[in-house]
T-cell receptor
Framework: KQEVTQIPAALSVPEGENLVLNCSFT??????LQWFRQDPGKGLTSLLL?????REQTSGRLNASLDKSSGRSTLYIAASQPGDSATYLC??????????FGGGTRVLVKP | GAGVSQSPSNKVTEKGKDVELRCDPI?????LYWYRQSLGQGLEFLIY????????KSGLPSDRFSAERTGGSVSTLTIQRTQQEDSAVYLC????????????FGEGSWLTVV
């Protein structure tokens, strides 16, 4: 059974620092991995999708890497801003097309 | 519409009543998912629809939960005889269906059972 873990569960950084969020999964037989952001009381906003054949994806200040063989993905957010404060979730998609989510990392960027 | 639309956004119901939650996916999306997120908990898979295939109901927690998808578009999640432990946010998502496509979530329906 696929298990997805995100460490740390919470992270606090001063504005301007780079953020590094980790995601690990136990079964490397995945189709792709998706990173989401969730603001309090809101739904999930898709940030990046990485196909299993890809090593990384970039969008603006966000960069996500994927090492399928070791079961790891990392989300980098450059030059963090207070508006980046949210919970970040990773999810893997495998056979059956279901998403398996990690527990999330709650990020606070202090001005 | 432009995104996944869910209604109601908030629902307070008495224990024992039935509730219906609606999801309107992005136009043209053949895959539709329901997830549940309880307070302080992770996202729990409930059910997955793909086109005309039989839905994957393996995540439904009990027979009080059911879902249907009419005409390959709108979906309704029904919870019968609600219990307090059903209180959660119910999230719907859709995608183009084939693997490798981004999955988009709605804002959720926040259910409180009192």
């Amino acid at each position: 059974k696929q298990e997805v873990t995100q460490i740390p569960a919470a992270l606090s950084v001063p504005e301007g620092e780079n953020l590094v969020l980790n995601c690990s999964f136990t079964d490397s037989a995945i189709y792709n991995l998706q990173w989401f952001r969730q603001d309090p009381g809101k739904g999930l906003t898709s940030l990046l999708l990485i196909q299993s054949s890809q090593r990384e994806q970039t969008s603006g200040r966000l960069n996500a890497s994927l090492d399928k063989s070791s079961g790891r993905s990392t989300l980098y957010i450059a030059a963090s801003q207070p508006g980046d404060s949210a919970t970040y979730l990773c999810a893997v998609i495998a056979a059956g097309n279901k998403l398996t989510f990690g527990g999330g990392t709650r990020v606070l960027v202090k001005p | 519409g432009a995104g996944v639309s869910q209604s109601p956004s908030n629902k307070v119901t008495e224990k024992g009543k039935d509730v219906e939650l609606r999801c309107d996916p992005i136009s043209g999306h053949t895959a539709l998912y329901w997830y549940r997120q309880s307070l302080g908990q992770g996202l729990e898979f409930l059910i997955y629809f793909q086109g005309n295939s039989a839905p994957d109901k393996s995540g439904l927690p009990s027979d009080r939960f059911s879902a249907e998808r009419t005409g390959g578009s709108v979906s309704t999640l029904t919870i019968q005889r609600t219990q307090q432990e059903d209180s959660a946010v119910y999230l719907c998502a859709s995608s183009l269906g084939t693997t490798g496509n981004t999955i988009y979530f709605g804002e959720g329906s926040w259910l409180t059972v009192v």
